[in-house]
């Protein structure tokens, strides 16, 4: 399901960061390393322009795609042996119904004060994408990460050894300002990123949310006081957490896509089933 989107400051910023890393990277960096008419100039350029493309396909898809809406006819069923799992108000122990959207919320779902609405299994509101991390584009956030980091130490590599044969050589004014602009924007991009990357493995072995890893530790705090041990209920073992996410074909899980059957239907994980929904990707 796909869904209008404003252009945003931040999204803005992306954009500009994404062209300029490519376009310095390719024309300066492969260029002056290696040569782009040399046999392996042209393998560094045609390797990072797969990771460009990558990235912004990954993006575009994570940015036009709904994170997941409450189905309307969803009701909560306590009577349901399949689905055992309820969560219900920390006040009150009533099931959680959302008094802005007027719907019961199924779990794992939240409202989002920015966007206005309820939104399936939500891990984090993204500036950067100007949209909500959530069910159904989890995934394509995910991916378009692992090739955003990717990217960004294959090109702090090449600036590396760019720097380094330059260093060699009087080098023109116009190169080193790049060399500099590049240095500043590619080291703590790769260290952000790859901190966020490891963190959303960290999440995605645990079947978790940013929202549900937070909750947790209060949950657990409390469990440890009364005597208890606390285990998350969605956490199906590590293997399992992984295809519940990135889908069922492994060779699939770096696709910049939610997964399909081939059928035009997203495949249908134990979410899915909880919520009884069959939403069309």
């Known amino acids: 399901m796909s869904r209008g989107c404003k252009f945003s400051f931040?999204?803005?910023?992306?954009?500009?960061?994404?062209?300029?890393?490519?376009f310095s990277t390719v024309f300066v960096l492969i260029d002056r390393g290696f040569g782009l008419g040399s046999s392996p100039g042209m393998l560094h350029a045609a390797v990072f322009t797969f990771l460009a493309v990558m990235c912004i396909s990954s993006y575009r898809r994570a940015i036009f795609t709904d994170p997941g809406r409450v189905p309307v006819t969803f009701v909560p069923d306590v009577e349901d042996s399949e689905n055992p799992i309820h969560e219900i108000k920390r006040k009150g122990g009533d099931l959680?119904?959302?008094?802005?959207?007027?719907?019961?919320?199924?779990?794992?779902?939240?409202?989002?004060?920015?966007?206005?609405?309820?939104?399936l299994r939500m891990d984090h509101h993204c500036i950067w994408m100007n949209n909500c991390v959530g069910h159904a584009n989890y995934k394509i956030f995910f991916v378009f990460v692992v090739y955003a980091v990717v990217a960004?130490?294959?090109?702090?590599?090449?600036?590396?050894?760019?720097?380094?044969?330059?260093?060699?050589?009087?080098?023109?004014?116009?190169?080193?300002?790049?060399?500099?602009?590049?240095?500043?924007l590619l080291i703590p991009l790769s260290l952000a990123l790859g901190f966020f990357l490891g963190w959303h493995i960290y999440l995605i072995v645990?079947?978790?949310?940013?929202?549900?890893?937070?909750?947790?530790?209060?949950?657990?705090?409390?469990?440890?006081?009364?005597?208890?041990?606390?285990?998350?209920?969605?956490?199906?073992?590590?293997?399992?957490?992984?295809?519940?996410?990135?889908?069922?074909?492994?060779?699939?899980?770096?696709c910049p896509t939610s997964g399909h059957l081939g059928s035009g239907l997203r495949f249908r994980t134990k979410y899915d089933k909880l919520i009884g929904s069959s939403t069309p990707d």
């Open 152 to 184: 960004c130490i294959y090109s702090l590599v090449l600036l590396v050894g760019s720097v380094t044969v330059d260093a060699q050589e009087d080098d023109e004014e116009s190169y080193r300002i790049i060399h500099i602009i590049s240095g500043l």
């Open 10 to 22: 931040h999204v803005g910023v992306v954009i500009a960061a994404i062209t300029y890393i490519y």
């Open 96 to 119: 959680r119904y959302c008094q802005k959207c007027s719907l019961y919320k199924p779990p794992r779902a939240h409202h989002c004060r920015i966007c206005n609405r309820c939104v």
């Open 206 to 254: 645990n079947n978790k949310t940013t929202i549900e890893y937070h909750e947790g530790v209060r949950a657990m705090w409390l469990a440890e006081k009364g005597g208890q041990l606390y285990s998350h209920p969605y956490d199906i073992g590590a293997y399992e957490n992984l295809t519940e996410i990135l889908g069922p074909k492994v060779l699939c899980w770096l």
